[in-house]
């Protein structure tokens, strides 16, 4: 069974970021105070805990005096400005925490923001995913997940924080297929090209194409199905145990 579509929250296991953006009442308001780039979010997540992934909705102009974590962004409308670094629409970058910055936004930029706070960052200042770089060959999941061939994939990290925890880049694999699984991180995704499907828990599918964006959340259980190559960015918050 595939799941209708737009629906903000799917089931248990992975969010489509672009229907929670669309949709004014989904989510939760923050509650912190100050510039818009803090009170102007609605929170996909539950307080608590080193991730907070919200939808940011910005106009005109503002100051950060001090990021509090390392900050992936991604634009979903409009254009955003921090510092001298500009991005369009579907661009992303990471801001480094403890930094300080100008920004400015054209009317109704539509913004997706993920937070992970503790630990220092991996740069002293912006950090945009470059969408073209040069890929080196990296490790295909696990033989004993696979239901399908090996795949080829090849991956490029712009940003990883000191300790390692979280980081973001481009990611490319030929098809494959891989069995349900625990998710031991939480994953933010923008799919360049190609298609996967994931099938929950509850055995319910949720096929997502290119120019979607969905995190699937830490502690999920899902399967990975690709029958086209896949292009992807990718935010990845990983706890090192």
């Not at 974590?69 to 634009?75: C, K, M």
Request: include cysteine.
């Amino acid at each position: 069974m595939v799941a209708e579509r737009p629906v903000a929250v799917l089931p248990q296991d992975c969010i489509d970021l672009r229907a929670f953006v669309a949709d004014p009442e989904a989510g939760v308001r923050s509650t912190e105070a100050g510039d818009p780039w803090f009170s102007a979010r609605r929170m996909v997540t539950a307080p608590g805990g080193p991730v907070a992934i919200g939808a940011l909705a910005l106009s005109g102009s503002g100051q950060v005096d001090t990021l509090p974590g390392d900050e992936f962004v991604f634009v979903v409308d409009g254009t955003l400005t921090i510092g001298d670094l500009t991005l369009g629409r579907d661009r992303s970058a990471m801001l480094p925490g403890g930094i300080s910055f100008a920004w400015a936004a054209a009317a109704d930029t539509q913004v997706v923001v993920m937070r992970v706070t503790g630990g220092m960052p991996g740069a002293s200042a912006p950090v945009a995913i470059d969408l073209s770089p040069t890929r080196v060959p990296s490790n295909p999941p696990a033989a004993e997940l696979l239901l399908s061939d090996a795949p080829q994939c090849h991956n490029h990290t712009d940003y990883k924080s000191s300790s390692g925890k979280f980081s973001a880049g481009t990611w490319a694999s030929t098809p494959y297929h891989r069995r349900n699984n625990l998710y031991p991180h939480c994953e933010l995704m923008h799919l360049m090209e190609g298609s996967v499907t994931f099938e929950d828990a509850a055995g319910t599918a949720h096929r997502f194409v290119a120019d979607d964006l969905f995190v699937v959340l830490r502690g999920a259980r899902c399967s990975w199905l690709s029958e086209e190559d896949v292009v992807k960015v990718w935010a990845i918050y990983r706890p090192v145990e």
